[in-house]
């Protein structure tokens, strides 16, 4: 079965600081994505990747910014936080561009800003 | 561009109850269609799928058959039980806009009560 794994359930942050949310997939997949989701918003797609070192911007790339070093891992950098970040953010990952492909979420990182 | 609605929540019934919930999508070319299940704190896990016209996908008493000519994808289970109690996603991806990426329905909440 595919993994994806987020490297923390829970997270406290203040606002202005840095903050990095990990996620690593254990399937070989070319795609990555980021979602936040927030009541009655439903998933809202933040970034995504193709590929190593490559990034595209989603529906709400503001405030965020995206790292893909390696095939296995994507990470999402909220740059100076804010109250209104506060929110459970999802990666998925799915093998190709192909249609018909889903996607395999991880159990999601919940954020708290202060 | 393409989309995806369904019914709004929450739908809430009895243990044994028979379960329905809808999902129509507007796409260009051949989209494939998912359903997702998010239970309490966890990330999103694939429920099931169908890549074609007139497909029936179908996994732990739930079924969906894609209705091309209703542009539909309705959610059923004969008999509901607390533990199916979640928030159902609706998804579809591909058609002419091949990327890998997924476009959600807004997520209907089911509670069944014993």
């Known amino acids: 079965d595919v993994k994806v794994t987020q490297s923390s359930r829970y997270l406290v942050k203040r606002t202005g600081e840095k903050v990095f949310l990990e996620c690593v997939q254990d399937?070989?997949?070319?795609?990555m994505f980021w979602y936040r989701q927030d009541p009655g918003l439903g998933l809202r797609l933040i970034y995504f990747?193709?590929?190593?070192?490559?990034?595209e911007k989603g529906d709400i790339p503001e405030g965020y910014s995206v790292s893909r070093e390696k095939k296995e891992r994507f990470s999402l950098i909220l740059e100076s936080a804010s109250t209104n970040q506060t929110s459970m953010y999802l990666c998925a990952s799915n093998p190709s561009r192909g249609g018909g492909q889903p996607q395999h979420f991880g159990d999601g990182t919940r954020l708290s800003i202060l | 561009g393409n989309s995806v609605t369904q019914m709004e929540g929450p739908v809430t019934l009895s243990e044994e109850a028979f379960l329905t919930i809808n999902c129509t999508y507007t796409a260009t070319g051949y989209p494939s269609l998912f359903w997702y299940v998010q239970y309490p704190g966890e990330g999103l896990q694939l429920l099931l799928k169908?890549?074609?016209?007139?497909d029936k996908g179908s996994n732990k008493g739930f079924e969906a058959t894609y209705r091309k000519e209703t542009t539909s994808f309705h959610l059923e289970k004969g008999s509901v039980q607390v533990s199916d109690s979640a928030v159902y996603f609706c998804?579809?991806?591909?058609?002419?806009?091949?990327?890998?990426?997924?476009?959600f329905g807004q997520g209907t909440t089911l509670q069944v009560k014993p």
């Open positions: 990747s193709y590929d190593v070192k490559m990034k």
């Open positions: 169908a890549t074609k016209a007139d």
């Open positions: 998804a579809l991806s591909g058609g002419s806009s091949n990327t890998g990426k997924l476009i």
């Open positions: 399937m070989d997949h070319e795609n």
